[in-house]
């Protein structure tokens, strides 16, 4: 159930049956949703639901159940369980969500507002996002924060994780990174709306509804991002090197590799002319200015390294914003 120092485990790696533990896998998610999030500045948030969203796998029911399922428990073992019949059936999203609903500050509505985005991602990281409100008007979001701990396994959980996890999780918590720089957000937000729309504050304020509901859905990206890229970093060690990271070259390389690559094709003919030509004419339309533009050409004219010689082009001479 656990790996031979005694950790509780997050995958086992197929190929060789190595195992990775919990904490390595909440740390590495962790970091990567940071970095991710830290393109729209809120790294704190983004690293604090890395930590969070795999703490119900710390329930012995779900290791039991990961241990049967890898063959490490055999059938005869106390704890070995059916894991075809309890497979998607144990909550290990919850406890994440309710840690960090039950220790925020609520008074502070920087924070609660905060919460109230992560709780929702963490919460909702294996079935996409759900819905706050049902039909009829109630409130599932509070529902699934109160959800009972016989199903959660928060308490149990709560003794399980490892001190350097609860430590930096209490430490983004209880330090000022992250109301910084989520009141830093809002307030950018407002400010914008403020001095460019001219409607009425009830439509300002929809549009920073809308725009927060936006920041959910790219933190709740990240999330996903770090937790599946950490996944798999594990399982298939030899893509590790292969990532970019961010690290993109730049569109004048690819733009110049794109023109390489075209000047080797074969030309000759009368199909592949007009491929050329239609080409040659997407490479001349980029140099209009910003805009919407389509592409109308029959199947086997060349569109999509027409489009893609377009977009790299268009791409170098748009100004940056």
């Known amino acids: 159930m656990e790996s031979p120092a005694g950790k509780s485990i997050a995958h086992v790696r197929e190929k060789d049956g190595a195992r990775q533990t919990l904490e390595e896998h909440l740390f590495g998610t962790a970091s990567l949703s940071r970095k991710h999030s830290a393109k729209i500045a809120l790294q704190a948030m983004g690293e604090l639901q890395g930590l969070l969203h795999d703490i119900g796998k710390y329930s012995s029911k779900f290791q039991a159940y990961l241990a049967s399922a890898e063959g490490i428990l055999d059938q005869d073992c106390d704890e070995y369980v059916d894991a075809g019949q309890q497979k998607g059936k144990i909550d290990h999203s919850s406890a994440g969500a309710q840690y960090l609903w039950k220790n925020t500050p609520h008074e502070d509505p920087v924070m609660h507002s905060a919460a109230q985005i992560l709780a ?15 039909p009829d008007g109630s409130d599932i979001f509070t529902r699934r924060m109160n959800k009972l701990d016989r199903s959660t396994h928060f308490d149990e959980v709560l003794g399980k994780i490892p001190l350097p996890v609860a430590h930096r999780i209490q430490e983004l918590l209880k330090g000022p990174e992250l109301h910084r720089e989520f009141r830093n957000y809002l307030s950018s937000i407002i400010q914008k709306e403020k001095d460019h729309h ?43 090197s292969a990532r970019q990271e961010g690290d993109y070259v730049c569109w004048s390389v690819l733009a110049e590799r794109l023109e390489q690559h075209l000047d080797s094709l074969n030309s000759s003919g009368l199909i592949n002319e007009t491929r050329k030509k239609v080409s040659e004419e997407c490479r001349a339309a980029a140099k209009r200015e910003r805009g919407i533009f389509t592409l109308s050409v029959p199947t086997g004219g060349g569109k999509t390294l027409a489009n893609l010689r377009f977009a790299l082009h268009h791409t170098l001479i748009l100004p940056r914003i």
């Open 120 to 134: 929702l991602s963490i919460a909702s990281h294996h079935s996409g996002l759900i819905d706050c409100l049902a």
């Open 198 to 240: 001219t409607g009425t504050n009830t439509e300002k304020m929809s549009l920073v509804s809308f725009k927060i509901g936006l920041t959910l859905r790219m933190l709740f990206s990240c999330l996903i991002d770090g937790d599946r890229t950490d996944t798999a970093n594990f399982e298939r060690d030899w893509t590790v």
